[in-house]
């Protein structure tokens, strides 16, 4: 006789992602509701400032009644993207806010301007995330639209598959 197989623990994905993702939608929001979450969440998890996403998911979500752990989850699974997208931005809003004047935003430049002149080196740090977040709010304006009409005939479709399921 052999010995009984002990249940397998299911993978990062599904304990990480997919599970959340179920049960969020197992309490009762409607598709509207879901679709503005994730067209919310989206382009919040890809500010392009540090340590500023959990206040933004936490307050548009308490402000709107949306679900806050869903959003802050949502946001967070945006940070490797967030990461990716930093520095061009960084340097995309140097250039957008300084008129092709001063110095070019480089890792060599700002070692140089901080060595150098201190004031030089913040202005540029300055202008640089002013631009960048200038970007981010132009750029997140039509993803989140797109977002939003996008994904609530999906979530209206899983939610009538799922109450199907339970029926």
Known sequence: MLPPVPPQRPGWWRRRIVEPVRNILRQGLTPPQLALTVALSVPMGLVPVLGITTLLATFAAVRLRLNVVAMLLISHLMSPLQLLLII????????????????????????????????????????????????????????????????????????RRQAAALQ
């Open 88 to 159: 061009p931005l960084l340097r995309l809003g140097a250039r957008l806010l300084g008129n092709g004047q001063g110095p070019e935003l480089t890792l060599d430049q700002l070692q140089y301007l901080f060595a150098s002149d201190w004031g030089s080196a913040l202005a540029l740090l300055w202008r640089a995330g002013a631009g960048a977040v200038l970007l981010w709010a132009a750029f997140s304006v039509p993803v989140g639209l797109a977002l939003y009409f996008g994904l609530r005939p999906v979530f209206r479709r899983l939610l």
